[in-house]
């Protein structure tokens, strides 16, 4: 896979996508990142990339012919072609007016062959990279930032750890947190270690048993795998119940789950 990533400000990601996940799938021939200086496809001497909107308003909004010059130099498909999956590619636009980013986003954006991602700054960006340049339109979460930077650093984690030997175990990748598994969707859960088919992760623990007086939940030391997954299970949806409720309307949840949330929703009144 390759990500292109344009930006005005191409140092920001000198740090964020050098460690971890990202240096590894670099390091191991499975993806390439490269950074795109907005300013390069400007042609007066300030090397202006924005300019006031029309119609008035406060702050600038990036110009579009810095930004399909950019692209065009990239040797994309056409934008018919992206948009029929004639080619594995997408050009992605990252503002606050995008749709949410989530897991299934990102798995989806990993089995393209080269992603394009367009940092906006200041107010937003005209209005014609979004209707006739970018493909898709994705935010990070309901807050606003300067830029799509960190945006941008975010998702390329997020998708490039998916990437077919990017993270050392593989099976990991699919019992973590929103994470949705088809094959198991139907069944509400889960192998012996229960995968958390759309839910908030289970709780983990290491070494040693008992720290400062508190210790393991004996189910997870008691070597029944059954047992094991139900706990995980339990544990999975009662903190899913606490911190994100809204994610139990989507999830498959099984006859014991659901006798499980009940009796959670009855304890609380």
């Given at each position: ?73 990239m040797g994309l498909a056409p934008r018919e072609e992206r948009a029929a999956g004639r080619v594995s590619q997408s050009v992605v636009l990252l503002s606050a007016q995008g749709k949410r980013f989530t897991q299934k986003v990102a798995a989806e954006l990993a089995l393209l062959d080269r992603i394009v991602f367009i940092c906006g700054r200041y107010e937003g960006v005209d209005e014609r990279v979004s209707e006739f340049l ?136």
């Amino acid at each position: 896979m390759k990500a292109d990533i344009v930006t005005i400000f191409p140092d920001f990601f000198h740090g964020p996508l050098d460690y971890g996940i990202t240096r590894r799938a670099q390091e191991m021939g499975l993806a390439k990142i490269a950074v795109h200086d907005l300013r390069g496809y400007a042609h007066d001497r300030h090397r202006t990339v924005d300019d006031r909107p029309f119609g008035g308003g406060e702050g600038m909004v990036l110009k579009p012919e810095p930004l399909f010059e950019c692209l065009e130099a990239m040797g994309l498909a056409p934008r018919e072609e992206r948009a029929a999956g004639r080619v594995s590619q997408s050009v992605v636009l990252l503002s606050a007016q995008g749709k949410r980013f989530t897991q299934k986003v990102a798995a989806e954006l990993a089995l393209l062959d080269r992603i394009v991602f367009i940092c906006g700054r200041y107010e937003g960006v005209d209005e014609r990279v979004s209707e006739f340049l970018a493909d898709r339109e994705l935010s990070i979460g309901d807050y606003v930032l300067s830029g799509g930077e960190i945006a941008a650093a975010v998702i390329v984690e997020a998708v490039m750890r998916l990437l077919p030997g990017a993270v050392g175990n593989e099976a990991s990748t699919q019992q973590e947190s929103f994470t949705v598994d088809g094959k198991e969707k139907s069944l509400g859960g889960a192998d012996s270690t229960c995968g958390s088919n759309g839910l908030l992760d289970y709780p983990h623990y290491t070494r040693p048993a008992e720290f400062r007086g508190i210790a393991v939940p004996e189910e997870l030391l008691s070597g029944n795998h059954e047992e094991i997954r139900r706990w995980r299970r339990r544990r999975a949806l009662e903190k899913t119940f606490r911190n994100r409720p809204d994610l139990l309307e989507g999830a498959a949840l099984s006859k014991e789950d659901e006798k499980f949330l009940a009796g959670i929703k009855d304890d609380r009144g």
